[in-house]
């Protein structure tokens, strides 16, 4: 498998900040095609949420195309494509559609996607995208596969969901959590930056059942934390009954939920946990909760 530039986001944002648990993402192979997202040029003007919607769908198409096709996928974070690549380049700017526009390694033009916005109603269009963009790829080698892991979001919370991914890349950005020494009204401000956006992922994880909601939520707890942040013991209430609700030891949830509850400071429960994913013959899970063992809380 080549090597991928440090300017593409090969994993999805919530993967390494959970400790890389590569039993949660499909395998592909050594020669699988590389499919990179990059989002258009910023408008001249934009609100905050459409920023984060133009910068969070290259971060969900990526995710979603990973789990649906045979694919590699990434996203470009300063517009620069590998040669080898295919490129999708999404704009989310016109008030009328999504597009997508699809290029070959070779530069070759493999067609634009469109998805109408019927509206003010964006969720529907952004649910619908994936799928479209995947049967655009078939005729450049691009294979669809199934995934038990991945949903897409309700129509009604699509956009606020993809938004999430925008807000839980902030929160891995370690000058969002530094004080500013010579300047508390910066500091204030960065302070309360960081407690809407764990608010706002908090509430996606509750209201969006998918995995994905909860792993941009649980994501951004370990950004704070490893950032070294305490904001996130704020939300402990939150992250516990989403980590409480999963039961089952085949739930992703419930496995994450080990890292979770470390961070929280409950290792009792966290080893409750750890032991019950003992039996699951699985070498993967098994390195991942090895590399978490040293979590500790800033509580």
Not at 145 to 162: G, K, L, N
Not at 212 to 229: I, R, W
Request: proline share 7%; aromatic share 6%.
């Amino acid at each position: 498998m080549p090597d991928t530039p440090a300017s593409i986001l090969e994993h999805p944002v919530w993967y390494e900040p959970l400790r890389s648990p590569s039993w949660l993402l499909p395998k592909v192979e050594p020669d699988a095609p590389l499919v990179v997202f990059v989002a258009a040029g910023a408008p001249d003007r934009e609100t905050d949420a459409e920023r984060d919607l133009r910068e969070g769908l290259p971060m969900y198409l990526a995710e979603a195309v990973r789990y649906s096709t045979v694919a590699r996928t990434g996203v470009a974070t300063d517009a620069t494509v590998p040669d080898e690549a295919i490129a999708v380049e999404v704009d989310a700017s016109a008030t009328a559609a999504l597009v997508a526009r699809l290029r070959g390694p070779r530069g070759e033009d493999l067609g634009t996607v469109t998805q109408a916005v019927d509206g003010n109603d964006v969720g529907r269009a952004i649910v619908a995208l994936p799928g479209a963009i995947v049967a655009a790829l078939r005729p450049a080698g691009v294979r669809s596969a199934w995934s038990t892991v991945f949903q897409p979001p309700a129509d009604a919370h699509a956009a606020d969901a993809i938004r999430g991914y925008a807000v839980c890349r902030f929160l891995l950005d370690p000058t969002a959590h530094r004080d500013v020494a010579a300047d508390s009204e910066e500091t204030a401000r960065r302070r309360a930056a960081v407690d809407a956006a764990l608010r706002r992922l908090a509430d996606l994880s509750g209201r969006v059942t998918s995995p994905s909601a909860s792993m941009l939520f649980f994501a951004g707890l370990a950004g704070c934390h490893d950032h070294g942040d305490p904001a996130y013991l704020g939300y402990r209430l939150s992250a516990n009954g989403r980590c409480t609700t999963a039961t089952d030891p085949r739930d992703p949830i419930f496995r994450i939920s080990v890292l979770v509850f470390r961070l929280l400071g409950d290792p009792v429960i966290a080893g409750q946990r750890t032991r019950a994913l003992a039996s699951i013959d699985d070498v993967e899970l098994r390195r991942w909760l090895a590399r978490i063992d040293g979590v500790r809380s800033l509580a």
